[in-house]
């Protein structure tokens, strides 16, 4: 009997067991449905949500990273071929271009008359809207969903409550209708200052529209932009637009790559003024509607949002590059499997909040995300540094098949001097030895190596790698600062930096003059545990020379206030690249920016200005990448090196990791539609995370056991008093 009932239970818990295991194996601790881990979903995050999804408004990173994948500009960067190459998106070709006089006749290229370039875009025919209740209508053309009542919207908490969707053709005029929402104020679109000088007739239409979009809205009404003409916007026809610009600029076809020019259509803009829709945060900036190859489909910025492959999306095809190319970029060959295969490869996209750094780590780890940045905290336990410099995996990393991408992001982040400072400003020949004194103390080698984890070049010039006019080796080597030696750079000894200093009247950090030490004051908004290290660091560089660094900290709006005033000394700023074009860096020194001048609105916030300069800048904004233009940039590089504005600081490197079942991970730090060239393994991510995450059930078993060896005396001992119980009843009868 008692054999029967512990075999019986032990049978019944190693079933239990079992079914357990075979049940939870693969999601014991896995944030992820079993079935979609073995799918093509990729598995992301996002630390914090992003706040606007409207293109017109949107220009953050997190948000691009978004609707990049949702909105189509005309225009894309190819996603293998480096230097950047622009290919067509949504456009059957390239734009044309045609450059003309002031009455509008057409003229040569190269014309001293030319007034005017107008950019012809032609349009595909074959690219649809996803689907979307905004572009349900009525049979006069109204729209269905565009006057809803209250009883309507009782009912609608989400766009899926809607009962109907439809969708449309890409048409010309949505790219006009793009342009029309950034030129209205109200909508706060940072590169309207941009455009403004460049796209014919956008500065009084902005002024107009303006107005009649605040009278609407006092008004509580919808407005439609559609009626409103950009005289230097035209609508061919369906699938053609012009747009006319301002003199010649082509970096014009850079902005086209941005979501700034995605298509608007007008449904998705009336449908979504609906006051009872917007309090129900259902709005343009929280649900995008655009053609591209993924729809949002949830967006729940405390915990998860969803993209889903859409439907509707056109033909498109993973690029094809030669061999000879490849190799010519270092491209590996495992990225041109895929050539010529129809995107997108992943069918959905799940990112969930991740708030902290290391529960986010150990995720990936775990596999359960797909991909990871390096957070200091996990840099060490992920890449090893060689004596000379080179970045590769620890053993741990690649042990799990874990690979490693990088590469230096087109991006600047430099110490800015004010150049119309008293005391560190000025084009005489002993402020330029100051600054040039300063520049060569700090050790922007040993700043990347103890701050960035190596994670970055020292830079020579404003203009980083990957940008024309950015030379590599002994040409590309800023000359103040560094001697050329042994076929590396060296950068110059201190005692090369003190007799600067003495020169421009200050050995050892004491002025000649006053005999007293010179201070320098250096405004920042930092004022983190981490900032303060940077501090004293900062400081001991300085003090090197002698100099007195006195650290201002303030909030960043009072900063901004000092930079747009010229209340500062000694700063520090970035600039990431809108477009790859050097352009786009030297206008940040361009005399015609500077703040002071500018009533605060010039981004040259050292406000340096050197005639010379400036001439070679206003012939070279203009000019397509040709020597002629390099020998101009390289003499500008000359320039500023010489009167040195800035410490140039360094262009930092971004470094990924990603797991052997996530492939075509490329570095593009201007392509921001990368996400459909990437295809997932599910099969073998699932066989991955079931490897790794095994559950430990031997201390569960012995728990189990331990309370049946507990329980059996206890049963015994009841079996043995029913039956004393019974024995007696047995003989009380008798």
Do not use: C
Request: proline share 6%; hydrophobic share 40%; charged share 20%.
């Amino acid at each position: 009997m008692k054999n029967r009932f512990l075999s019986t239970l032990l049978l019944l818990v190693l079933l239990a067991l079992t079914a357990t295991i075979n049940t939870y194996a693969n999601v014991w601790n896995s944030p992820h449905h079993a079935d979609k881990v073995k799918q093509d979903i990729l598995f992301s995050s996002f630390s914090a949500p992003p706040k606007h999804l409207d293109p017109v408004i949107s220009y953050s990173s997190n948000e691009w990273s978004i609707i990049s994948q949702i909105y189509e500009p005309p225009l894309q960067y190819n996603y293998l071929k480096r230097p950047y190459e622009l290919e067509p998106l949504t456009l059957t070709t390239m734009p044309s271009v045609r450059y003309l006089d002031a009455e509008n006749n057409e003229v040569d290229k190269a014309s001293t008359a030319v007034v005017y370039s107008e950019y012809r875009l032609t349009l595909r025919n074959d690219i649809r809207y996803q689907n979307h209740p905004a572009f349900v209508k009525n049979n006069d053309g109204s729209l269905l969903y565009g006057d809803l009542s209250a009883d309507t919207l009782d009912t609608i908490n989400h766009l899926d409550d809607f009962p109907q969707t439809a969708s449309r053709s890409l048409h010309a005029a949505d790219y006009e209708y793009a342009i029309k929402r950034m030129a209205v104020r109200q909508n706060h679109s940072p590169i309207l200052g941009s455009m403004l000088p460049y796209i014919v007739g956008l500065e009084d239409y902005s002024k107009t529209i303006t107005d009649f979009a605040k009278a609407h809205k006092e008004k509580k009404q919808a407005f439609d932009l559609r009626p409103h003409a950009i005289s230097g916007v035209k609508v061919v026809n369906e699938h053609t637009l012009t747009i006319k610009i301002k003199g010649r600029y082509p970096q014009f076809l850079y902005w086209l790559t941005m979501n700034f020019f995605a298509p608007i259509p007008w449904e998705a803009d009336l449908f979504y003024q609906q006051a009872g829709l917007i309090k129900k945060n259902l709005t343009l900036d929280f649900f995008p509607v655009g053609t591209g190859p993924y729809t949002l489909v949830e967006n729940n910025p405390n915990k998860q949002m969803r993209l889903l492959a859409n439907p509707n999306y056109h033909d498109a095809f993973y690029p094809s590059i030669t061999t000879e190319q490849a190799a010519a970029t270092a491209i590996p060959v495992e990225l041109l499997a895929d050539a010529g295969k129809k995107l997108p490869f992943i069918s959905e996209v799940i990112y969930s909040l991740e708030k902290e750094n290391i529960p986010l780590w150990n995720k990936f780890l775990q596999g359960y995300y797909d991909a990871s940045g390096i957070s200091s905290e996990a840099f060490d336990q992920a890449v090893q540094v060689s004596s000379a410099g080179t970045m590769g995996l620890t053993q741990e990393m690649q042990d799990k098949g874990i690979q490693l991408r990088g590469s230096v992001k087109p991006t600047i982040f430099y110490m800015a001097f004010n150049m119309v400072d008293k005391v560190i400003g000025g084009y005489s020949e002993s402020a330029k030895k100051m600054r040039q004194a300063i520049s060569i103390a700090l050790n922007e080698e040993e700043y990347i190596s103890i701050f960035t984890n190596e994670r970055g070049i020292a830079a020579q010039g404003p203009i980083p790698p990957s940008i024309f006019g950015y030379e590599e080796g002994e040409a590309g080597t800023n000359n103040v600062v560094y001697n050329w030696q042994q076929g590396k750079r060296i950068r110059k000894p201190l005692a090369d930096a003190k007799r600067l200093l003495a020169e421009a009247g200050y050995p050892n950090g004491i002025s000649a003059s006053t005999g007293k030490p010179l201070v320098l004051h250096y405004d920042t908004t930092a004022t983190g545990p981490d900032d303060r290290a940077i501090m004293d660091w900062q400081r001991k560089q300085f003090n090197k020379l002698g100099i007195q660094l006195v650290i201002r900290a303030t909030d960043y709006n009072r900063f901004q206030d000092k930079i747009r005033k010229g209340k500062t000394q000694v700063f520090s700023w970035g600039w990431n690249a809108d477009y790859p074009d050097p352009e786009n860096f030297l206008f940040l020194l361009y005399g015609g920016n500077a703040a002071v001048t500018t009533n605060g609105s010039g981004i040259n916030s050292s406000n340096y200005q050197n005639p010379e300069f400036d001439r070679l800048f206003n012939e070279i904004k203009t000019m397509e990448n040709t020597p002629v233009r390099a020998e101009k940039i390289k003499q500008m590089l000359a320039i500023v090196r010489q009167d040195a504005p800035w410490v140039w600081g360094f262009h930092p490197k971004s470094l990924s990791l990603f797991h052997r079942w996530f492939h075509n991970v490329w570095p593009n730090e201007m392509a921001n539609n990368a996400l459909k060239y990437r295809r997932i393994d599910g099969e073998q991510r699932a066989q991955q995370q079931q490897q790794w995450n095994q559950p430990v059930i031997w201390p569960l078993i012995l728990f189990v056991l331990f309370i049946i060896f507990m329980i059996y005396p206890l049963f015994r001992a009841y079996r043995a008093r029913q039956t004393t119980v019974i024995s007696n009843n047995q003989q009380g009868n008798r």
